[in-house]
């Protein structure tokens, strides 16, 4: 297969609101994921970034993500290492380009800066991090980067722009490694950015045709810009059992009322027996998709399931 296989990081007690699918929510649940997946095969880790917990709600525990994903890059040595994704409003440009060059390092080379605009206002309330409209965010993630890449290659950074400004700033030592970047998010503003900007695009959760459509809009506005293919990665949820019908009703099991199993399935869902799931992401791997990204819970189990049982099939 293409695609290279993912796994997001147990950061918040599970990927279904409501369920307690996953262990306590601790750096050491979080290190057991990351070196399961090392040693099962996976290929990429990827740590999501919020203050709050948006999947079981504000007051339940959830880990930070910098400093998670920094350790989890001393202890693994073959995966790849993202968040999904930091949030634009958090760290301030200039250092977050510093704390990239040390994480390259730490890493031999294993980081990828994966940005986002963010969507979760309750967790800027609750920190006193200035929120802004959605166009804004996006507005200000374009100063972030381009003062991101002028600290990563330049001598002295001088900018003045609406958002940020820098005086004579300096970065060193420079990365010996080149660092990719990545943006999350589908609005027209996002994509824009993404085609003048990013070496590669977090998607939504996605049907196969919609995967092929995105991709095909990407690649429109790439070229004129006169700019190559860049990657792709898509969200998914994991659940594997013994046949599809135990699978979809466990799912049905978890799942909050309000949510449709059929959805699930068709867009998000490598829901089903091994075969299936199997099957599934092979599926997607007939479109130009890089990086396939399980959520699934409990994390290490089903990763050593994974392994075992789907691995073998693709």
């Known amino acids: 297969m293409k695609a290279k296989l993912g796994v997001y990081i147990p950061m ?9 699918l996953e262990e306590e929510v601790t750096y050491n649940n979080a290190k057991k994921a990351a070196l399961t997946a090392d040693a099962v095969g996976i290929h990429s880790l990827w740590v999501p970034d919020h203050l709050l917990n948006p999947i079981k709600g504000q007051d339940a525990p959830a ?15 073959k995966v790849e290492l993202f968040h999904t994704t930091i949030c634009q409003g958090f760290r301030f440009p200039s250092v977050l380009a510093k704390m990239c060059v040390t994480m390259q390092d730490l890493s031999e080379g294993r980081f990828r800066l994966s940005l986002g605009a963010c969507w979760f206002f309750r967790e800027f309330e609750a920190y006193g991090i200035s929120w802004e409209d959605h166009d804004s965010r996006i507005d200000r993630a374009r100063e972030q980067i381009e003062i991101i890449k002028r600290f990563w290659t330049e001598p002295l950074v001088n900018y003045s722009g609406k958002y940020y400004s820098v005086k004579d700033g300096i970065l060193e030592p420079k990365s010996s490694y080149d660092i990719p970047l990545w943006w999350g998010g589908e ?36 070229a004129k810009r006169g700019r190559g293919r860049i990657k792709y990665a898509l969200p998914g949820l994991l659940l594997i059992e013994r046949t599809d019908e135990m699978a979809e009703e466990r799912l049905r099991r978890l799942l909050p009322e309000n949510k449709d199993l059929r959805e699930i399935k068709k867009k998000t869902g490598y829901v089903g027996s091994a ?3 199997a099957s599934k992401i092979l599926e997607k791997d007939e479109t130009e998709i890089d990086y396939i990204i399980f ?11 994974f392994g075992e049982e789907v691995l073998p099939l693709l």
């Open 275 to 277: 075969e299936t799931v």
């Open 187 to 222: 609005s027209d503003k996002s994509r824009e950015l993404t085609a003048d900007h990013f070496d590669g695009w977090l998607m939504n959760e996605s049907t196969k045709i919609e995967v092929t459509e995105k991709i095909s809009d990407m690649e429109e506005r790439l």
């Open 12 to 20: 918040y007690g599970g990927w279904i609101r409501g369920a307690p």
């Open 295 to 305: 959520q699934c819970a409990p994390t290490v189990s089903t990763l050593k399931t």
């Open 63 to 77: 880990l930070e993500a910098w400093t998670t994903l920094t350790a989890i890059a001393a202890v693994t040595r």
